[in-house]
């Protein structure tokens, strides 16, 4: 009897490891308003799209992708894409690099946007990759990595010509189409991502913004329908229109948004009204959306150092940015991330490591 109870760890162990090596296991972590979503495929290979903040939150938010890493039971990173450059999607890369091996280092290519920050940065990336593999990827490479299609859809500015294989029929939502102003920052240069596992397909575009939205998916939706949408730029509203949120009739989103940024009404409204979506999971309780635009809290992964007893309905406006602006709530504790394993038939699986509520969409028919 002693001897099988010394064996039970290590049963349970080998029973959870051959679970998890039959599904594509996905992360997307808190990283407080900026990006890191973590991708860990059947056969064990990963890759991590973003590595969070820097400066002073470096330390966190590495801190947050490793534990990610430690629980999906790997020990290196074989990829790591980095959207674009900006702060809250590179930021945490030298401290993480410090502290995990990165096999290849990939991006879009030169910064459009000059920021001393960004600039200091550049100067140091070349060392980061200097031993691993270093790849600027356009519209229509593949990344291999077995048992996936991975594939970029958006670099540099570009998009995927030819559509998605089952993709391409025109885009209804094209004709009410409004353009935005001209988005010349390093957004618009997002490397975007879809990506196939068997009948499961999910899509991550980083901070790609409204206008770049309608020149990949009008006339034709290049990109056709996915199961799981990884909602665009931390749900803002200079993101996110219909002809994308609408079009790709995604059966659930996972925004990963601060405690304010994203989630905003305008934002909410075109998300919550998406053809075909049952749910929408939420990184933080934004107060951008108050009660009357955000979900149910069981959806929502993370609170606030310190929580309030009670959201407000109506949503806040952000204060304009300088000096006398009040800060948005702080959260530097225990962080939580949503989890979702998926599976070869479409099945996935979304789960609230806060809460640990779980829900299981099963293949539509
Ligand atoms: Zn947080
Ligand atoms: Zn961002």
Same mark, same amino acid.
């Given at each position: 009897?002693?001897?099988?109870? &010394?064996?039970?760890?290590?049963?349970?162990?080998?029973?959870?490891?051959?679970?998890?090596?039959?599904?594509?296991?996905?992360?997307?972590?808190?990283?407080?308003?900026?990006?890191?979503?973590?991708?860990?495929?059947?056969?064990?290979?990963?890759?991590?799209?973003?590595?969070?903040?820097?400066?002073?939150?470096?330390?966190?938010?590495?801190?947050?992708?490793?534990?990610?890493?430690?629980?999906?039971?790997?020990?290196?990173?074989?990829?790591?894409?980095?959207?674009?450059?900006?702060?809250?999607?590179? $930021? $945490?890369?030298?401290?993480?690099?410090?502290?995990?091996?990165?096999?290849?280092?990939?991006?879009?290519?030169?910064?459009?946007?000059?920021?001393?920050?960004?600039?200091?940065?550049?100067?140091?990336?070349?060392?980061?990759?200097?031993?691993?593999?270093?790849?600027?990827?356009?519209?229509?490479?593949?990344?291999?990595?077995?048992?996936?299609?991975?594939?970029?859809?958006?670099?540099?500015?570009?998009?995927?010509?030819?559509?998605?294989?089952?993709?391409?029929?025109?885009?209804?939502?094209?004709?009410?189409?409004?353009?935005?102003?001209?988005?010349?920052?390093?957004?618009?240069?997002? &490397?975007?991502?879809?990506?196939?596992?068997?009948?499961?397909?999910?899509?991550?575009?980083?901070?790609?913004?409204?206008?770049?939205?309608?020149?990949?998916?009008?006339?034709?939706?290049?990109?056709?329908?996915?199961?799981?949408?990884?909602?665009?730029?931390?749900?803002?509203?200079?993101?996110?229109?219909?002809?994308?949120?609408?079009?790709?009739?995604?059966?659930?989103?996972?925004?990963?948004?601060?405690?304010?940024?994203?989630?905003?009404?305008?934002?909410?409204?075109?998300?919550?009204?998406?053809?075909?979506?049952?749910?929408?999971?939420?990184?933080?309780?934004?107060?951008?959306?108050?009660?009357?635009?955000? &979900?149910?809290?069981?959806?929502?992964?993370?609170?606030?150092?310190?929580?309030?007893?009670?959201?407000? &309905?109506?949503?806040?406006?952000?204060?304009?940015?300088?000096?006398?602006?009040?800060?948005?709530?702080?959260?530097? $504790?225990?962080?939580?991330?949503?989890?979702?394993?998926?599976?070869?038939?479409?099945?996935?699986?979304?789960?609230?490591?806060?809460?640990?509520?779980?829900?299981?969409?099963?293949?539509?028919?």
């Amino acid at each position: 009897m002693r001897g099988w109870l &010394v064996l039970l760890p290590l049963i349970i162990s080998f029973a959870a490891f051959s679970a998890a090596s039959k599904t594509l296991d996905i992360y997307v972590i808190d990283v407080e308003g900026g990006n890191a979503t973590l991708f860990v495929s059947p056969s064990g290979e990963s890759l991590l799209i973003d590595t969070g903040n820097g400066g002073n939150a470096a330390a966190r938010d590495a801190g947050r992708i490793m534990a990610a890493m430690k629980d999906a039971g790997i020990q290196q990173l074989d990829h790591l894409i980095t959207t674009h450059w900006h702060g809250d999607h590179f $930021g $945490g890369m030298p401290e993480l690099a410090s502290k995990v091996t990165i096999k290849e280092f990939i991006d879009h290519g030169d910064n459009v946007q000059p920021a001393q920050a960004t600039d200091d940065f550049l100067k140091t990336y070349p060392q980061l990759y200097g031993k691993a593999k270093h790849t600027v990827v356009k519209p229509g490479d593949k990344i291999a990595i077995s048992g996936l299609e991975w594939r970029i859809v958006t670099s540099a500015g570009e998009h995927i010509i030819a559509p998605i294989p089952g993709a391409g029929r025109p885009n209804p939502y094209c004709a009410t189409f409004k353009p935005q102003e001209v988005d010349k920052s390093e957004n618009a240069q997002s &490397v975007g991502s879809h990506v196939t596992f068997g009948k499961f397909r999910v899509l991550h575009l980083g901070d790609l913004t409204w206008n770049k939205e309608f020149d990949l998916m009008c006339p034709q939706n290049r990109l056709g329908t996915v199961d799981l949408w990884i909602v665009s730029h931390h749900g803002q509203a200079i993101s996110n229109s219909e002809v994308l949120a609408h079009a790709i009739q995604a059966r659930a989103a996972i925004m990963n948004n601060g405690t304010r940024k994203g989630g905003q009404p305008d934002a909410m409204k075109i998300i919550h009204s998406a053809p075909g979506l049952e749910d929408l999971w939420q990184i933080h309780f934004s107060q951008l959306s108050g009660q009357e635009y955000t &979900v149910p809290g069981m959806f929502i992964a993370n609170t606030v150092d310190e929580p309030q007893n009670a959201m407000p &309905v109506a949503p806040i406006q952000a204060p304009q940015p300088g000096p006398g602006a009040t800060p948005a709530p702080v959260h530097n $504790g225990a962080a939580y991330w949503i989890k979702v394993s998926a599976q070869q038939d479409g099945t996935f699986t979304v789960v609230n490591a806060r809460n640990n509520f779980s829900k299981t969409y099963k293949p539509r028919t």
